[in-house]
């Protein structure tokens, strides 16, 4: 007798979404959600079809780097995959970057935005990161108002043709690291007639086949450390097609992410323009930072949710003991806690997506914009570790077969592990996360915000979980607070702090995503009878959201992790 495994099989990834399709109908209003939903209908289908068809047929191309011609001409050329060809008509066709800038429904543009980049993201191979880098870029220049760079660069970042749109990169990374950026070695000098030069080498240029860059280098004579630092505009190609003084060196080769063209960079004397003055850079591009860590949580969102997609796909075909996995008590069970953690991650990234809306059109209260700044780095660090564990749970769904590569699966697994890294990685991320606790007003905020999602839930059950996620918040607040307070010295309770800080961080992010998805499930349960996302919540408290656990003993960590007697 045969036995033949049946594959997992994608539908429409809108309609089939029940959790994105309930959040658009509680936060749009009618006329919006009817004007938004042709387009993501169309997405979800594409999504579902071709688009996943051609990745799984694309698997195992890479992008090529031609460093020479048959001439002898030195081109550097990077030719990418059929899979990003497609993707970058499509993300120009559909706005996956113009949509907010367009803002045709005013704040509600951005959840339009990210509803489409949900959708598009797990099917065209991390495509999504030149994507972020050039809607980050765009925000940038938004802010900095560079009148010659903006007229220059804006109307093709934002373009819907896609011979005419352009996408940005965000050089950052050097030798020297990837987290303490004001360690970078690029120098920028000036010629007499005024250009600025960049000198260096970039390590780590994720999608280096943009046309524009934003980068830092430090003008010659500028003191050492991030504020010596400036923000640079680059241009990657010259008016006659060649690059600008800029040898690609070589392709990064990634444990994931293998589609992106990630390049060592040699700046050789590339021309650039000071955005915003001749230092402060980190500062001025932080905007960019706060956008790209945006991306990485929707990404991060859309991964776990077509990991389950496909895992509960399989469950009703395949059979194992008797019966269909989808009959299986503990196959079941597993499931129910990797859709909980998708669901709760879905809310999480909303929130920061919504308040990202309002902030942009001035919208945004004093206490929203504060919030928006203490969650970016929350969202990003949460959801992040969430792609990662979820995506790992999703391949042991599959058994062996999630381990065999033409099956696609491991692509999942290693394209989510990318996203604790890059963008600032968890503990960076919850430093981060820590300053912008600094600023009290942030704090009440973030207390407020849980405590009056926990207020608006009616259903006994979510109320329970709902308190029991702002018990989770103060906990976490009284912990950070209690360092400081109780130390010796300031010097030790700030180092007690950031031994806490990712425990911190993660319980605060838990903690929100809990309160959310109660609130969601209250509402959910009044205005459409369905009880699924009142399961998640319940589930999702069970996963747990409190991660503090024991008193900090920094000395025994020590000992422990440098194995010292
Ligand atoms: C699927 C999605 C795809 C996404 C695309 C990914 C493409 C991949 C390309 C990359 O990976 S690029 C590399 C990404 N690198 C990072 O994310 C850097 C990680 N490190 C940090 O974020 C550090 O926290 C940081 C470099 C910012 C610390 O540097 P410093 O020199 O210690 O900076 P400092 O003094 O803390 O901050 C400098 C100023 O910036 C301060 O303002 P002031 O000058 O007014 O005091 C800070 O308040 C401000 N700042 C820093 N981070 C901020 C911020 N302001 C707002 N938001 C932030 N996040």
């Not at 930072?289 to 990485?296: P, S």
Request: glycine letters at 8%; a negative charge; one cysteine or more.
């Amino acid at each position: 007798m045969t036995f033949i495994q049946v594959p997992p099989a994608l539908g429409n990834q809108f309609d089939e979404d029940r959790v994105l399709r309930s959040y658009l109908a509680r936060v749009l209003p009618d006329e919006v959600r009817r004007d938004v939903s042709p387009a993501l209908s169309e997405l979800g289908a594409l999504a579902g079809g071709e688009l996943y068809t051609l990745q799984l047929a694309d698997r195992l191309n890479v992008p090529v780097l031609t460093p020479w011609d048959p001439w002898g001409n030195r081109i550097d050329h990077i030719e990418v995959t059929a899979v990003w060809k497609r993707a970058a008509v499509l993300a120009a066709e559909y706005g996956l970057v113009a949509v907010p800038y367009e803002r045709k429904h005013g704040p509600l543009s951005r959840i339009d935005q990210f509803a489409r980049v949900y959708l598009f993201n797990p099917s065209t191979d991390v495509y999504s990161c030149p994507l972020a880098m050039t809607d980050g870029a765009a925000r940038t220049l938004t802010l900095h108002n560079h009148p010659e760079v903006s007229a220059r660069a804006l109307p093709h970042l934002l373009s819907r043709d896609p011979a005419h749109m352009w996408t940005s990169g965000q050089w950052m990374t050097e030798r020297t690291g990837g987290s303490d950026v004001g360690l970078t070695e690029t120098v920028a000098r000036q010629d007499p007639d005024g250009t600025w030069r960049l000198h260096g080498t970039k390590w780590f240029s994720s999608a280096t086949t943009s046309e524009m860059a934003l980068t830092l280098a430090r003008p010659e004579g500028n003191p050492p450390g991030g504020r010596g630092l400036a923000l640079f505009y680059v241009e990657t190609h010259d008016a006659a097609g060649h690059l600008q003084r800029i040898a690609v060196h070589r392709l990064k080769d990634k444990l994931g992410t293998r589609k992106v063209p990630t390049a060592e960079l040699g700046l050789e004397g590339t021309p650039a323009v000071a955005l915003a003055g001749l230092s402060g850079g980190i500062r001025a591009i932080s905007p960019m930072l706060n956008i790209t860590r945006t991306w990485n949580a929707v990404c991060a969102a859309s991964f776990m949710r077509r990991g389950v997609a496909l895992a509960r796909d399989y469950a009703r075909r395949r059979r194992a003991f008797g019966a269909a996995l989808a009959d299986k008590p503990l196959h079941l069970d597993t499931l129910a806690g990797l859709q909980a953690e998708s669901e709760a991650g879905f809310h999480l990234t909303f929130r920061a997506v919504e308040l990202l809306g309002r902030e942009e059109g001035a919208e945004a209260t004093e206490e929203e914009r504060t919030l928006l700044r203490l969650l970016t780095p929350l969202v990003k660090l949460t959801t992040a570790r969430q792609a990662a564990q979820v995506t790992s749970e999703v391949i042991e769904c599959f058994g062996g077969a999630g381990y065999v590569e033409d099956t696609g699966l491991p692509t999942l697994l290693r394209d989510a592990q990318v996203l604790p890294i890059w963008e600032g990685t968890t503990n960076v991320l919850a430093l981060d996360a820590l300053r912008a606790m600094g600023d009290t007003s942030a704090v009440r905020a973030l207390h407020g915000e849980v405590a009056a999602l926990a207020a608006e839930v009616r259903d006994p059950a979510l109320v329970t979980v709902a308190r029991a996620a702002l018990t989770a918040v103060e906990h976490a607040l009284h912990t950070a607070r209690a360092h400081m307070a109780d130390a010796p010295s300031e010097a030790e309770g700030l180092a007690r702090l950031e031994g806490d800080a990712r425990r911190i961080g993660l319980t605060l992010g838990r903690s929100l995503a809990l309160a959310l998805l109660a609130r969601h499930a209250d509402w959910s349960l009044v205005h459409e009878g369905d009880a699924r996302a009142r399961s998640a919540a319940m589930r999702f408290a069970r996963n747990g959201v409190d991660l503090l656990g024991a008193t900090l003993d920094l000395a025994d960590a020590r000992r422990l992790a440098m194995d010292e007697g």
